[in-house]
Each structure stands twice: as structure tokens, then as C-alpha cells.
């Protein structure tokens, strides 16, 4: 089994990763049977986005935890490496694809846990939500807004007090920031086929930021939102600690 070992500048990433190249090797991308990130959530989603090409093809993804949460990640064991991965579940995922056009020009980027909106200033954004062509709320006033996939409903969603959704549930979490009017809209669940578009009301006094996971746009002033689900990638987790039982099990967290 050929690695392709990756570390964050997580304090004890660098040392971890030189352990595991010493018992097992290192190759490059390109050649290697499955890419071993070794740091924190962000940096999984950072391997990701920069080998999206290998991994479209099927090349398989097994982080190994040295950052805070670690949701994405396994267990730093150096140990028995090929036994686990030969045992361990895999995770399917599809990422959001933002489209988004702002005041200096337009971008697309991929996001795996959610695309949000956030205020810049301290002035409440004013945002419009359509929903498949069709208006569904024509006027949010909040610190932003939401789209998350079930992966990454347990992280930014879940902190706005979204839905945890299970992995294998078809829809997607539609959660409002901090909403001031309506006061009583708590979000939406929308089947993973929707598309969504976020339209900023007042752009220039009210100015608004987008987000594809950990990637910013400044001065939005459109964001469509859909599932990219031509994109298939495979996340490995140990058999005892599959994605699905951490997404389960948040569910009934204290």
C-alpha cells in the first residue's frame, strides 16, 4: 500500500507525519493508494480541495488527527496503519458548488461542510432567499445565512443551532445566523436537489461576505448554492468510529 503522507503547522503534525514515513514510506500524490493528511478539519478540507483531481478519480482520503475537533479525522496511532484502512468505512460526500458574484467580479468555488453569508459590518445583512426559482423569503434580517450538507451540518450549522442531519438523509440544512426578523424563522431542511439563491438587499450600506467552508468572498451581492453531486469522494474512518456513527451520536451530545 503506497502513502501519500501530508501535515499541517499544527504544534506535533510534522513530528507525526515523520513517524509515520519512517515505518511506512511516502509517495506523491499521483502515485500513492490513498492520501493521509495528518492535522485538523481544515487542513483535511485544504487536502482536498488541492488534490480534487485524484480524488474525483477515486483515490480515498484517511485523516489522522493532530487539531482541535477532529471530526473529519481518525485516531493518531502510528501503528498497524494498512490493517486499519483495509477495515475501515467509507464516507461518500458530495460538496456544495457556490457560485457567487460580488463587487469585484464573479468565483466558484466547491465547499464540503456549508456556504454562509456573514455580515461585514456591524450593520444586519438583508438577504433575500429563493429556493428552485420560487421566493421563500423575501426578506431575512440577520448576521447571515447557511447551506450546509449533512457532513457539515455538525460544525457551523450546528454551532447557528441548525439541524444535525444524518449522512445518508438527502437534504440539505438551510439555517439562519443570529435572525433578528423573522424572529421566530429557525431554517429550513431542503432536499439535496434544490438550488438555492441568496440575493443581498442593500449591498453597498450593508455589505456581506460569502464562504465556501474556509475560502471568503468580500461585497457579495448573488450566491447560488447547489449540490455538486457529479463530485464523489471517498473519506475512510476506523470501522468503530465511522462518519455516520459521529454524526448519530451528535445528536445526542450534552
Same mark, same amino acid.
Given at each position: 500500500?503506497?502513502?501519500?503522507?501530508?501535515?499541517?503547522?499544527?504544534?506535533?503534525?510534522?513530528?507525526?507525519?515523520?513517524?509515520?514515513?519512517?515505518?511506512?514510506?511516502?509517495?506523491?500524490?499521483?502515485? &500513492?493508494?490513498? =492520501?493521509?493528511? +495528518?492535522?485538523?478539519?481544515?487542513?483535511? *478540507?485544504?487536502? @482536498?480541495?488541492?488534490?480534487?483531481? !485524484?480524488?474525483?478519480?477515486?483515490?480515498?482520503?484517511?485523516?489522522?488527527?493532530?487539531?482541535?475537533?477532529?471530526?473529519?479525522?481518525?485516531?493518531?496511532?502510528?501503528?498497524?496503519?494498512?490493517?486499519?484502512?483495509?477495515?475501515?468505512?467509507?464516507?461518500?460526500?458530495?460538496?456544495?458548488?457556490?457560485?457567487?458574484?460580488?463587487?469585484?467580479?464573479?468565483?466558484?468555488?466547491?465547499?464540503?461542510?456549508?456556504?454562509?453569508?456573514?455580515?461585514?459590518?456591524?450593520? &444586519?445583512?438583508? =438577504?433575500?432567499? +429563493?429556493?428552485?426559482?420560487?421566493?421563500? *423569503?423575501?426578506? @431575512?434580517?440577520?448576521?447571515?445565512? !447557511?447551506?450546509?450538507?449533512?457532513?457539515?451540518?455538525?460544525?457551523?450549522?450546528?454551532?447557528?443551532?441548525?439541524?444535525?442531519?444524518?449522512?445518508?438523509?438527502?437534504?440539505?440544512?438551510?439555517?439562519?445566523?443570529?435572525?433578528?426578523?423573522?424572529?421566530?424563522?429557525?431554517?429550513?431542511?431542503?432536499?439535496?436537489?434544490?438550488?438555492?439563491?441568496?440575493?443581498?438587499?442593500?449591498?453597498?450600506?450593508?455589505?456581506?461576505?460569502?464562504?465556501?467552508?474556509?475560502?471568503?468572498?468580500?461585497?457579495?451581492?448573488?450566491?447560488?448554492?447547489?449540490?455538486?453531486?457529479?463530485?464523489?469522494?471517498?473519506?475512510?474512518?476506523?470501522?468503530?468510529?465511522?462518519?455516520?456513527?459521529?454524526?448519530?451520536?451528535?445528536?445526542?451530545?450534552?
Amino acid at each position: 500500500m503506497k502513502f501519500a503522507f501530508t501535515a499541517s503547522q499544527k504544534p506535533g503534525a510534522k513530528t507525526l507525519m515523520d513517524e509515520f514515513v519512517a515505518k511506512y514510506g511516502n509517495h506523491d500524490a499521483g502515485d &500513492a493508494d490513498i =492520501i493521509v493528511p +495528518i492535522g485538523g478539519d481544515g487542513f483535511m *478540507l485544504e487536502t @482536498l480541495r488541492r488534490n480534487m483531481s !485524484l480524488i474525483r478519480r477515486g483515490l480515498p482520503v484517511f485523516g489522522v488527527n493532530r487539531g482541535t475537533i477532529g471530526f473529519l479525522m481518525n485516531q493518531m496511532e502510528v501503528n498497524d496503519l494498512p490493517a486499519r484502512i483495509k477495515q475501515a468505512k467509507e464516507a461518500t460526500v458530495s460538496p456544495l458548488r457556490m457560485d457567487a458574484v460580488a463587487k469585484g467580479g464573479a468565483i466558484s468555488e466547491l465547499a464540503f461542510n456549508e456556504v454562509s453569508l456573514f455580515r461585514q459590518t456591524q450593520q &444586519a445583512a438583508h =438577504i433575500r432567499i +429563493i429556493v428552485d426559482g420560487k421566493e421563500r *423569503l423575501g426578506h @431575512l434580517m440577520a448576521d447571515g445565512v !447557511l447551506v450546509a450538507t449533512p457532513a457539515g451540518s455538525t460544525a457551523y450549522n450546528l454551532s447557528a443551532h441548525g439541524p444535525v442531519i444524518p449522512l445518508g438523509a438527502d437534504v440539505l440544512a438551510l439555517t439562519p445566523i443570529s435572525a433578528f426578523r423573522p424572529r421566530r424563522w429557525r431554517g429550513a431542511l431542503l432536499p439535496n436537489t434544490a438550488k438555492v439563491s441568496l440575493e443581498v438587499l442593500d449591498p453597498e450600506r450593508r455589505p456581506v461576505s460569502a464562504s465556501a467552508d474556509n475560502l471568503e468572498l468580500r461585497d457579495v451581492h448573488t450566491v447560488n448554492i447547489e449540490q455538486d453531486h457529479a463530485t464523489q469522494l471517498t473519506l475512510l474512518f476506523d470501522s468503530d468510529h465511522g462518519l455516520d456513527e459521529r454524526i448519530l451520536r451528535e445528536q445526542f451530545s450534552t
